[in-house]
C-alpha cells in the first residue's frame, strides 16, 4: 500500500511540474505575440538524458524571422538545441535550461530538423519533462 500511495504521489508531482513548464511556456509566446510573431506553438516532450529528439520542422514558406526556444523541465540542467538545413546547421549548446535560437529568414525557410538533447540532469535524474516553442514574423508586405 505505501508503494503504491508513493507512486501515486511520485505521479503527481511530475503532473504538476509539467503543468508549471507549459504555463512557463505559454508566457513566452503570450510576449513573443505581443512582439508580432505569429505562427506559434509548443511541443512537450519526455527527454532522457544524453538522447536526443530529433523533430521534423514545417515553418511558413514566407517568414521575416523567428524563434525557436527549448525549455528543460526542474530537474534539467543543461540543455542543448540545433536547428539543421541541408549542409548547415545552428545550436545553443552553453550550459543552461533555456536554449534559444534567433533566426533570420533564411534559416526559417530552409531549417528541416531540430534537435533538442538534455546533456545534464540534477539529483541523479535520467528523465525530465521538456517544451519547444516556436515562434515566426510574417512578412510586412506593407513595410519597405
Excluded at 508566457?27 to 527527454?47: N, P, V
Excluded at 521534423?56 to 525557436?68: C, E, L, M, Q
Aim: net charge negative.
Amino acid at each position: 500500500m505505501k508503494t503504491v500511495l508513493l507512486i501515486l504521489c511520485l505521479a503527481a508531482a511530475s503532473i504538476s511540474a509539467a503543468e508549471g513548464l507549459y504555463s512557463e511556456a505559454v508566457s513566452f509566446l503570450i510576449r513573443l505575440s505581443s512582439q508580432g510573431h505569429t505562427g506559434s506553438g509548443i511541443m512537450a516532450l519526455e527527454l532522457s538524458l544524453l538522447m536526443p529528439c530529433t523533430m521534423s520542422v514545417y515553418p511558413p514558406s514566407h517568414s521575416a524571422g523567428g524563434f525557436y526556444i527549448g525549455m528543460g523541465g526542474n530537474n534539467t540542467l543543461n540543455l542543448g538545441l540545433r536547428l539543421e538545413g541541408e549542409g548547415w546547421f545552428m545550436e545553443d549548446s552553453m550550459p543552461d535550461d533555456l536554449p534559444v535560437l534567433r533566426l533570420d529568414s533564411t534559416e526559417v525557410a530552409e531549417g528541416n530538423r531540430l534537435i533538442i538533447c538534455a546533456t545534464d540532469m540534477i539529483r541523479g535524474c535520467r528523465t525530465d519533462s521538456a517544451m519547444v516553442i516556436w515562434a515566426f514574423l510574417p512578412v510586412d508586405r506593407n513595410g519597405l
